[in-house]
Structures are given as structure tokens and as C-alpha cells.
């Protein structure tokens, strides 16, 4: 296409409006704000509907519209909140609020029609509305194809018996989905499992009913785990990713980064630091945390090691065992929260020590940075099976969280053969993803097919 060509193209989707309305965790809210940025720079106007609760920044995308709609949730922080509960107080008290607004957006910009409304799946009353005022609706997966085909399998799963399962820690293989282990069936933490498994059957039905699917994730990687997908739903699939490509993450982070840790990195030897952070949500005991203190001292290694507030049950900040500073000081630094995809592309970082949420995946791969793998529920073990068994650029630690077992990982993935090899292959994967964004590449050529999409709807 030549400039002009491109030029007028760009000024037909002027003035076309897309909702996005992502649920409100960092995971979701990330990759969202990410297929914004990149939609706003192929021409559409944006509006992003948020809670107040897990609220993004404004200031951050001065080109957005931001509609906060009021969800009378508890001031709490993701992390407190389980996850059933969350969703099913969102389900009920989002659905007249949501729809109020839209209708008020609809009235004022005649000028600005919305073309389609973009969620993450997990939210039923999107679908409700969308349909009651005639709007197409499109789903941004922020999870994994692999993860996504794990969920969708769970009806079968319980159909020949894998689940529910006497022993959830079994190694036994899910011969239907390898390389998969019921074990790495995708659970959220929470008593409920028949309510779980009947949210996974309603969010798969109401997939199927979306106008397609925007995937952070790119073919060169999940090429057969989406054709998986296409055998039972016909649906449009558009692999865009990886998106965190697209947009700083300083600009998405729900909490302030630490950037001083950058300074302490460049004194740090190249590949010799372990980057070790679970994510916003995770939560474990105080024993755990005390296990991977040791593990962690006991390795020799740098590391940089994010605690976030809220990190152990129950309780606020954390203190870290007697000794251990005196024997980590000299290399080893915590932080409450990193500018991670920074502290991946540096040069002295060596190893993830990562739960495996889909975005800290990604990135890790996008760095080329292999893993050491501690998944704590949901797809992140889905992740955390395909980063050690399928991409092979890391290593699981398969009985929680044990200093022997952590202090093997790490020199595994820092001092072994076995870790150089893993990081001989992220470094194809890296080179990989790159080309997918370029002009050209599969993931660019998708988001051209997404753009008529939209436009077709
Ligand atoms: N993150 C960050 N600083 C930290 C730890 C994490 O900015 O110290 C970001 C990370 O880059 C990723 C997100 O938080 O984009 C976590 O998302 P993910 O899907 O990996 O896990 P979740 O938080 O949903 O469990």
C-alpha cells in the first residue's frame, strides 16, 4: 500500500469508536491497554470502561476516553479478593451500569459510531448488553492458546475422570491433551470447583457466540495449539502478538515500579542475576516464602526478588528470616515491584523465576530469557508444562516451594549445560517473535485482517 493509500485508509476508521473493557486485573488490564495503543495508531478512537476498584491511569493515554463506571465492589486490592467471588459480584452488579453508559455513549456520538466491543471473556453481562443494543463483540484472549484448549477441555476432563481428582499433584498424563499432567490442569484457587467448572462452560459457550478472537500470542509459538481450536469452533482467530511490544509497561502498571534496581543491575555481571517475581495475585504462606529466602541464599547466585505488599496471607509486609540478609546482602536485592519487562532486557539478568501468568511469559520469551517455573493455579500451569515440555526454555520445579529442589533449579538454569541449552533455543523463539511484528510477519499480517474485521462488522 503506498503512504496515500495507507493515509486514506487511516481516515475512513476516523471517527469509528471501539469499547474495550478489560476485568479488572493486571494481567487483563495490561494486554488491553497494549491493544488499544496499537488499534489508536491504526486510526480508531478508543474508549476504555473500567472499574474503580484495579482503576488504570488516565494520565497514561491522553489520547483514550476512560468511562469509569461505578461498581460499588469493596476498596480491596485484586490480590485479597478471590477470584469466584470477584467475578460473581461482578456479573451482578456491572450489567445495569455498563448498559446505561453505552446507551448514554451511543445518544451523544452520532458522529463517532461504536464499531465493536472488545472484552477478555470472563464477564457475562458484556454479551448481554452487547446483544440488547445490537454491537458486535470481540474477545482479546489474555491467556495462552494452550491454556485456552486446557479450559475448554475441562467438560471432557470430567467426563473420563481426570477431575475432579483424588490426587490434584498426580503426574499421571492427560493422554488426550499432552503433554499435559493432572497436575497441570488448569484450577483456581478457591473451594468451589463444580462452580468453577460450570464458569468454564458458560465462558466457553459465550466465546462461541463473540464475533472472534484477538490472541496475545503469535504463530511461530502456538500455531498447533490454535489449529485445536479451529477443529471445534469456526470462528475468526487473529494472532497479534506479543503485544507487549506495543506499550510501555510503566504506562499499564497498576503499582508504582521500583526503578532503583536498575542501577543496582548494571553493576551485576552479564546472565548472572535470577529475576525472581510471581505476579499481582499470587499469595503464599510464610513458610514458602521462608523456603525460597534459602533457597535463593543457598544458590550463591545474584538475584533481584520482587515481594509485593500482600505476597504471604494474611499480612501486610513480609520479614525475611534471621541470617538471611547477612548472607545475601552483598548480592542480592528485594523490591516491592519491578519495571519487569525492563529488568528482563537487561544484560545482567540470567534466569526468570516466574508463576507463569501468561504476560510474564511472553515477556520472558520476547527477552529471551529462560525460566525457572513455580505455577501456582489456573493457565499458569498450562504455561509452566509447554515452557519446560514444548518450548523447552525452562525448567519446573515440581514440589512447591522446597530450598533443595529451588537451589537445583537455579543452577540448572544458571550453571548448566542443560540451562545453556535452553537459552540457545529462547534466543530462536526471541528471533521469532520479532519477525511475526515485522512487515510481513504473521502477527503483523493478522492485525491487518483484524482491521477489515472490524471494519466489516
Ligand atoms: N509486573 C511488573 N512488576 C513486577 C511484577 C510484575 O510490572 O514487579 C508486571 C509484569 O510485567 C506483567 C504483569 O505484571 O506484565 C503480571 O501479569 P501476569 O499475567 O504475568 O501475572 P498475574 O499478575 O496476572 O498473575
Request: glycine fraction near 6%; charge should be negative.
Amino acid at each position: 500500500m503506498t503512504i496515500a493509500e495507507e493515509r486514506k485508509v487511516q481516515q475512513e476508521k476516523k471517527g469509528r469508536r471501539i469499547v474495550l473493557f478489560p476485568s479488572p486485573l493486571q494481567g487483563h488490564i495490561t494486554p488491553m491497554l497494549q491493544l488499544a495503543t496499537l488499534l489508536l495508531s491504526k486510526g480508531f478512537s478508543i474508549t476504555i470502561v473500567h472499574t474503580r476498584f484495579n482503576s488504570p491511569n488516565p494520565s497514561n493515554y491522553p489520547e483514550f476516553n476512560f468511562e469509569p463506571i461505578s461498581d460499588g465492589l469493596p476498596n480491596q486490592k485484586a490480590s485479597d479478593v478471590e477470584f469466584m467471588a470477584l467475578f460473581s459480584g461482578l456479573n451482578v452488579s456491572f450489567e445495569a451500569p455498563f448498559r446505561d453508559m453505552l446507551d448514554l455513549m451511543l445518544l451523544k456520538n452520532t458522529e463517532e459510531p461504536i464499531v465493536c466491543i472488545v472484552e477478555d471473556g470472563l464477564m457475562q453481562f458484556v454479551q448481554r448488553v452487547a446483544d440488547h443494543l445490537k454491537l458486535p463483540r470481540m474477545i482479546l484472549e489474555t491467556n495462552s492458546v494452550a491454556s485456552l484448549v486446557a479450559y475448554t477441555s475441562i467438560p471432557l476432563l470430567r467426563q473420563k475422570g481426570y477431575i475432579p481428582s483424588q490426587d490434584p499433584m498426580s503426574k499421571t498424563p492427560i493422554t488426550e491433551l499432552p503433554p499435559l499432567r493432572i497436575k497441570d490442569i488448569p484450577v483456581i484457587k478457591g473451594d468451589n470447583q463444580e462452580s468453577l467448572y460450570e464458569l468454564v462452560v458458560q465462558v466457553t459457550k459465550q466465546r462461541n457466540t463473540s464475533s472472534g478472537f484477538i490472541w496475545n500470542s503469535f504463530d511461530y509459538l502456538e500455531r498447533t495449539e490454535l489449529s485445536k481450536i479451529q477443529q471445534c469452533c469456526q470462528l475468526p482467530n487473529f494472532l497479534i502478538g506479543p503485544l507487549n511490544k506495543y506499550s510501555l509497561e510503566s504506562s499499564t502498571s497498576l503499582i508504582a515500579q521500583d526503578h532503583s534496581c536498575m542501577i543496582w543491575l548494571e553493576k551485576q555481571a552479564p546472565k548472572s542475576v535470577i529475576y525472581v517475581s510471581f505476579g499481582s495475585l499470587a499469595s503464599m504462606k510464610n513458610t514458602e516464602l521462608m523456603e525460597i529466602a534459602w533457597g535463593l541464599a543457598n544458590s550463591m547466585h545474584p538475584f533481584l526478588w520482587v515481594i509485593r505488599p500482600g505476597s504471604v496471607h494474611g499480612s501486610g509486609w513480609v520479614e525475611l528470616p534471621n541470617g538471611f540478609e547477612e548472607k545475601t546482602w552483598e548480592r542480592g536485592l528485594v523490591v516491592k515491584w519491578a519495571p519487569q519487562q525492563e529488568v528482563l532486557a537487561h544484560p545482567s539478568v540470567g534466569g526468570f523465576w516466574t508463576h507463569n501468568g501468561w504476560n510474564s511469559t511472553l515477556e520472558s520469551l520476547c527477552e529471551g530469557v529462560p525460566m525457572l517455573c513455580s505455577p501456582l493455579f489456573g493457565d499458569q500451569k498450562v504455561n509452566a508444562r509447554f515452557v519446560s515440555h514444548v518450548w523447552r526454555v525452562g525448567v519446573q520445579l515440581e514440589n512447591g516451594f522446597d530450598r533443595g529442589e529451588i537451589e537445583g533449579g537455579i543452577k540448572i538454569l544458571m550453571d548448566e549445560k542443560e540451562g545453556e541449552e535452553m537459552r540457545e533455543r529462547i534466543k530462536i523463539v526471541k528471533e521469532n517473535a520479532e519477525i511475526c511484528l515485522r512487515k510481513g510477519g504473521s502477527s503483523h499480517e493478522s492485525m491487518n485482517r483484524l482491521e477489515d474485521h472490524i471494519m466489516s462488522l
